[in-house]
């Protein structure tokens, strides 16, 4: 049975449809947001989503995210840390060095995403020096007035690591929820030992990811960007 069959078959149950579109609006409303106002999440909001990060699934419920937020001067100390690494030209030394090498169709997209970015940004294919500050943007966190780090266990390897992307999806649909733009961040990923000593956290977590959020500001032209996503039938098969 197709799915507009399927949905014509059954009574409509107003709490479900009322959760179909919320689901899609939020869906269809999180984006990257790469600028922001200096205006902090309020505490109680910053708790609230932090909670509801807490729903989120994994295997064996073992809840391996650990998630260290920063702000005000905390979070000031990180970024002029991370800069001072990019300025001095110091290599990052992730804990999980990013080496896939995309060929296509991956390939492809990931020009897409770069291209549509630069474009917005007004960086030209050879303006290496405009390449360099947009990277750097990454690690002033978009000028956001926090950053959250998600690490796990150092033992753990991908199978967990799919709870901590879900984690990841649970906290930034929770801040669209809630007006807030966020940006994830592989890139954060790159100098862990700085986050390690800013929190105090032991050797035995390593850190996967960043997330910049905060308020959008509307006027920053990366946020004009809109990324598109393939056709369904790149990605999925259905079968019988
Ligand atoms: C795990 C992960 C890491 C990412 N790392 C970065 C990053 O380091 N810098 C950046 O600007 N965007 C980063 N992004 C954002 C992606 O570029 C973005 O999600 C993708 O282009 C789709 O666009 P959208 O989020 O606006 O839908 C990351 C996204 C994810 C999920």
Redesign the pocket.
Known sequence: MNNAAHLMAREPDPNQMDLNRSLETLLRT???I?GFTPQPVPEEVLRKIFELGQLSPSNCNVQPWRTFVASGAVKNRLRDAFIAQIQNQIPGNPDYPYNDRFEDPYRGHQVR?AVALFKEMGIERDDKAGRGRANLR?YEFFDAPHVAFIGMHHQFRETVAIDIGIY?QTIMLAMTAYGIGC??????RNYPDIVRQEFGISRDISIL?GLSFGYEDTNIDANR?R?TRAPLDDNVTFKG
């Not at 940006?183 to 954060?188: E, I, K, T």
């Open positions: 999180r984006r990257s790469r995403c990454n990841l940006c994830a961040q592989g890139s954060l990811v960007v990324m």
